[in-house]
């Protein structure tokens, strides 16, 4: 099935810092999506992306569906203590019985120090 | 609204028994989805519906069940626990239509562990 690669795996950043993670998939997918998840929540969605080349901002967020479909990245700015949690890359792959079925990255965890 | 709710929160099982996770959502979704989050592997889609009486498997189906006789409700049940099927299991919803299809909303997760 479709996989997805994300890295890093981990980071550990002082805080005011900039962080940068993207995912890559060995095949296309129609939509990209980024999550975020606190410890004991379910994961809540931080950007949508529809379309190959589109870089999208929400706040402090921002990012870019790959020219290629293959990849995503999520760029945070500044980086506040409150931005610690495990932070998702989803995709959905071409084709109509790809319908709403998701696809994750392994996950980044996120370490701010203050 | 109280988006997807999930009981129970925590489980705990022996080998063997059954149960059911409970999922329920008032958005009016189509799409309901269950997924399974183990340490390093991110969510793993487990079953998924895409309306009343509709359901398919996902990517780890194997040792439970699901069925929609309603809109509202998505319940997963495991018949034979296994200790493998120790992990956080999160149910999610979206629409079927643009935009916001694919957008799905979680629910805050239930722990099972099985010993």
């Known amino acids: 099935g479709q996989q997805l690669n994300q890295s890093p795996q981990s980071m550990f950043i002082q805080e005011g810092e900039d962080v940068s993670m993207n995912c890559t998939s060995s095949?296309?997918?129609?939509?990209w999506l980024w999550y975020k998840q606190d410890p004991g929540e379910g994961p809540v969605l931080l950007i949508a992306l529809y379309k190959a080349g589109e870089l999208t901002s929400n706040g402090r967020l921002t990012a870019q569906f790959g020219i290629t479909r293959k990849d995503s990245f999520l760029n945070i700015s500044a980086s506040i203590p409150s931005d610690v949690g495990i932070y998702f890359c989803a995709g959905q792959g071409a084709g109509g019985t790809s319908y709403g079925k998701l696809t994750f990255g392994q996950g980044t965890i996120l370490t701010v120090h203050p | 609204n109280a988006g997807v709710t999930q009981t129970p929160k925590f489980q705990v099982l022996k080998t063997g028994q059954s149960m059911t996770l409970q999922c329920a959502q008032d958005m009016n979704h189509e799409y309901m989805s269950w997924y399974r989050q183990d340490p390093g592997m991110g969510l793993r889609l487990i079953h998924y519906?895409?309306?009343?009486?509709?359901?398919d498997q996902g990517e780890v189906p194997n040792g439970y069940n699901v069925s929609r006789s309603t809109t509202e409700d998505f319940p997963l049940r495991l018949l034979s626990a296994a200790p493998s099927q120790t992990s956080v299991y999160f149910c999610?919803?979206?629409?079927?239509?643009?935009?916001?299809?694919?957008?799905?909303?979680f629910g805050a997760g239930s722990r099972l562990t099985v010993l």
């Open positions: 095949s296309i997918f129609n939509t």
């Open positions: 519906s895409v309306g009343a009486g509709i359901t």
């Open positions: 999610a919803s979206s629409y079927s239509g643009r935009p916001g299809a694919n957008v799905l909303t």
